[in-house]
């Protein structure tokens, strides 16, 4: 069974302030999503990244994957309240989006 | 938003009764997922579905069943509910589920359901 670790599991900070959260493993992924979930609702894919060392931007969300295809950041700038929610990645391992494997999350409050 | 409603939203039960949780889309896409969300778990995957009729076991696929007689719904069942059930519970769709891996995963609302 392939793992991903997420960290920090649980992150406050100040509404301005620049964060990144961190997702890895010792398996290699076919490729990675990010998904943010807000409380009762369920997550909302965010972006996919494919290839390793792939970089990929939306507006101040940047992600990354790893350039052997094991690890995964979301670096957020300027964070501001409407950021806060549960951030989980999920890495496709055999090639196909019907096998995911999630990370146990990370959740941001962004304090105003 | 993907067309996608669970029934029932929140449930109550005791251990040993039978529980039958429904997902309805209205997107036609042909793969269904069923998954639990417990703190510090993230999400696990306990059955999909790949088609009418057919369907596949996933990580935590014990003491769970499923079908899938129609495009539009897939049913997880419960046959004897226990307390380590007691869970969030997501159906997810997605259109091809890709061998390229970028397929997108639309998720339900959840049911909260509560095992006493």
């Known amino acids: 069974t392939q793992l991903l670790e997420q960290s920090p599991q649980f992150l406050s900070i100040q509404e301005g302030e620049n964060l990144t959260v961190y997702c890895n493993s010792s398996?290699?992924?076919?490729?990675l999503q990010w998904y943010r979930q807000e409380p009762g609702e369920g997550p909302v894919l965010l972006v996919t990244?494919?290839?390793?060392?792939e970089v990929k931007k939306l507006k101040r969300l940047t992600f990354q994957f790893g350039d052997a295809r094991k690890d995964s950041s979301l670096h957020i700038t300027a964070a501001q309240p409407g950021d806060t929610g549960l951030y989980l990645c999920?890495?496709?391992?055999?090639?196909?989006?019907?096998?995911?494997?999630f990370g146990s999350g990370t959740q941001l409050t962004v304090l105003p | 938003d993907a067309g996608i409603t669970q029934s029932p939203r929140h449930k109550v039960t005791e251990t040993g009764t039978p529980v039958t949780l429904r997902c309805h889309q209205t997107?036609?896409?042909?793969?269904m997922y069923w998954y639990r969300q417990d703190p510090g778990h993230g999400l696990r995957l306990i059955h999909y579905s790949y088609g009418v009729k057919d369907t596949d076991k996933g990580e935590v696929s014990d003491g769970y069943s499923v079908s899938r007689s129609k495009t539009e719904d897939f049913l997880l069942t419960l046959e004897s509910a226990t307390s380590s059930q007691t869970s969030v519970y997501f159906c997810?769709?997605?259109?091809?589920?890709?061998?390229?891996?970028?397929?997108?995963?639309?998720f339900g609302p959840g049911t909260r359901l509560t095992v006493l």
């Open positions: 398996s290699v992924f076919s490729s």
């Open positions: 999920a890495g496709s391992d055999s090639g196909s989006a019907r096998q995911l494997t």
């Open positions: 997107e036609n896409h042909r793969y």
């Open positions: 997810a769709i997605s259109q091809t589920g890709t061998s390229a891996g970028t397929d997108t995963q639309y």
């Open positions: 990244v494919v290839t390793g060392g």
